[in-house]
C-alpha cells in the first residue's frame, strides 16, 4: 500500500511557459512520490485521506538548480571583482584542491546541502572536485538529506595546476568506479559524467567519457560559451573543429545521452541547431554570467528556437544558492538583453522564470517541477505573511512578492518525491 | 559635557574611492554625535571611556540611500514585468493616491522605516507623495525613530491621474508650508523640494519650486534621464530647452541648490557638464533601472568626471529596501556596461561601490558614511558568525562576503549620529 494523504492550500504552479496554474485553496492528492491529481474541490474518492492544512500559506514546486560547484560553496560571495579565467586560478582551483581531505569536505558538503534545504531547491545538478573519495561522500550526503541530485565528479587532464590534474587514465578509472557503485545506489540520487570543460580536458579523455557516457547510459554535464576568451582559448585549441560545441558532439558528449550545458551565452548558430537536434539542456546563470563579466545568454532567442532551459546558480561564479535570487537576477538581465537586442528579444516575464526554474530544469529528472498528474511530488510551502503586505494581492501578485522580497525565512516545510524532507545534518 | 566612548571591533570604512581603510581588532572614539578619532591602539588620553567591545564583529558606516519613495513599499517586488511609464500608471498612482489617508499612511511609513533600519539604511533621500499632512507625518517618523532623513513632498500637477494632481498654487503653498514648519524642526530629518519629475510639473510649477529652494535655502531631488520614452515626452513638452536637464536648471533646480537626480542612465554630454559644474549628485539605482527595461547608468564615465555620486535602491522601481542589495546589483551591471561599451567602462569594484553607498551618498548629508575625525558617528556592527566561513579570511574578503551572501540578520547594532538606534515601532 503507498502511503496517500493531500495537501491543501494556495497552490500555484506553471504547466506551459509563461502561465500560472492556480488553486487557491486547492488540494493536491498525492500517492507515494506522484501526485495524483490538483483540485479545487476535493473529489469525493479522496475524501477519507489526510489533509495537511496549510491555511493561507502557498504552496508551489521545489526549484530546480541546474548547475553549481558544491566544492566551490566557501568561494560564495568572493573574488567577484575578476573575470573567468584569473577568477579560477585564484580563488576556484585553489579551493578545490581541499577535497581530497574528507574531514574539511564533510563539513563543507553537509553546509552546502543544508543551504540548499534551507532556500528551497529540491533538485541540483551538481559539480563535485576530480576527488572520486568525496565525491561519493557528497553524493551520500544528499542521500541522507533527502534532496534528488545528479552529482559529477570532476574531470580534467591539461591546463590547470597540476595539483588538480589526473591522467587520463585515472581520470576514467575513477569516473568508472563511481559510475559502477552509485548508479543504481540511490533513488534520487545519481551519477552524471562532468568533464570540467574544454580547455582541462584533452579530447582523448572527452571521447572516453563519451564512451563511458553511452556505456553506462547516463547524463552528462558541463560549460559552454561562457567567456570570450574561453571561447578564444578553445578554438586554439581545437583548430579543427568548427567551434565550442563540435568538440563535445565530436567526442560523443551533446546529446547521445541526456546533456546539460551551462551558460551558453555566445552561442553560434550552427551550435544552437545542434543544440536543437540532439535536446541538449541549457542552464543559464545569470549571477555567474554578470559577475564573471561575461555577457547575457539569449535566453528568448534560445526559448523561441524550442530548446530545453533550466535556471541555475553556478554557486559561487553566482554569489547566491537561492534559486529566487537567480530568477530576479534573470529578469533583470533579460530586460538589458532586450535593450541590447533593439528591442527583438522580450524580456522574461516572472511566470516564464518560475517555469525555468522548476517545470523547464525539472525536465530533466524525468517528471518533475509541476503539480500535473504523474509528477514527481516536490513542493515547498511558502509562509508570507511578513512580506509588507498591505493591500489584498492576487495568487500571482502573492508569488512575485515572494520571488523578490522573500527569503529562506519564508519557506516552512519541502517535500520531495512525495517525503516530508528535514533539515539536513551538520557534519 | 559630550557624552564619549569607544566602539571596538574589526572597523572597515573607505576615505577615498576604492581604497579600504582597515583597523582590525582597533578603536573608534566617539564624542556626542562625531567620531573624534579610528585607531589601532588607543591612545592613553582616552583610556578611560567606556569601551563597547564588539569582539570579532565588523563595523562599518551606515548606508545611505540616496534615492527612494516611502509610499511606494507596498508595491515592493510587484509589476516589475512592466516598464515605466505603463508601471507608474498602474501600481505607482494608485498607491499613491491612498496617502491622503494619515491611519494608512501610518501603518505603511512606520514598517517602511522599521525595514530601512533593520537593513542598516541609516539616512535615506525620500519621496513621499503630494499629500501634505502625510509628508509631515513621514518626517515625524523618521525622527521618532532616530534615522536620518531629506523628505519631499511630492510635487505634481500634469500629465498623471486627476486625483494625484496639485493646482500650481495649492503644490506650491503645502509646499512652503511644509519648509516653514519642519525647517528648523529636527536636526537629522530635512525638507527636501521634490518636483516628482519634468512630465509632472509645469514649468511654472518648477519655477516656484526653484525660488522656494532658494529663499529657504533648500536642497532638490528629482528624476532625471531614466527611460528613453519619459526623454523623448520631455522633449516633446518642451521643444525649445536643449534637454532634460535644462528644464531644471532655467527652473532653478540644478544646482544652485544641493541637488540630487536620480537615474541619470541617457545623459547628454551637456547635461553632464552641467552636473559637473553645479555639482549635482547622481543617484544610481541599478536595480530600478534593470526592473523597469530602461538601461545601464555609465557611473564609471561619470565618475571619472568627477560626479557626486550615491548608491540608491528606488523602491519600488527597486525590489529591496537593501543597500547591500544595491551594491550586488551595482556591480553586476557595471560588468555589463564594461562589455557594453566595448571594454572601456571598467567595471566598479565591491570597494568603489561600498564607498558609494557609505560616503559617496553621505556627502549630501554633510560629513557622514566615513569614520574620518569629524565624521558624524553612523555605523553598523555586523556579526558575520553565520556566513559559511571555512578559511580564514581577510577583512576586505569578510565585507564581500558579507555585502554578497549577507542580509539583515547580520546587523546587530546600528549608529546614526552618534546614538545607538533602537527598533523603531510599527503602527
Known sequence: MQDEFIVKGNIIFTKDLGKYEIFENGYIVVGGKLVKGVFKELPEKFSELKILDYGHALIIPGFVDLHSHAPQFPNLGLGLDKELMPWLDSYTFPEEKKYSDSGYAKKVYSAFIRSLWKHGTTRSCVFATI????????????????????VGKVNMNRNAPEYLLESTEESIDNTKELLEEYDHKYELVKPIITPRFVPTCSFELLKSLGELAKKYNVPVQSHLSENLSEISFVKKLHPKLKNYASVYDEAGLFGDCPTIMAHCIWLEEDEIELMVKNEVFVAHCPNSNGNLSS???????????????????????????????????????????????????????????FYLSTKGGGKFFGKVGSFEEGYEFDALIIDDSNLSIFNPLSMEERLEKFIYTGDDRNIKERYVAGKKIEEPKQY
Chains 1, 2 share one sequence.
Open 131 to 150: 576527488h572520486k573519495n568525496t565525491t561519493k561522500l557528497l553524493m551520500d550526503l544528499f542521500a541522507e538529506a533527502g534532496l534528488g541530485a545528479y
Open 295 to 353: 555577457g547575457i545568454a539569449s535566453i528568448r532567442k534560445l526559448l523561441e528556437r524550442g530548446l530545453n532551459i533550466g535556471l541555475a546558480t553556478d554557486v559561487s561564479g553566482g554569489y547566491s544558492v537561492s534559486m529566487i535570487n537567480a530568477i530576479v537576477s534573470s529578469a533583470m538581465v533579460s530586460k538589458l538583453k532586450w535593450l541590447e537586442s533593439n528591442r527583438t528579444d522580450k524580456p522574461l516575464t516572472t511566470a516564464e522564470l
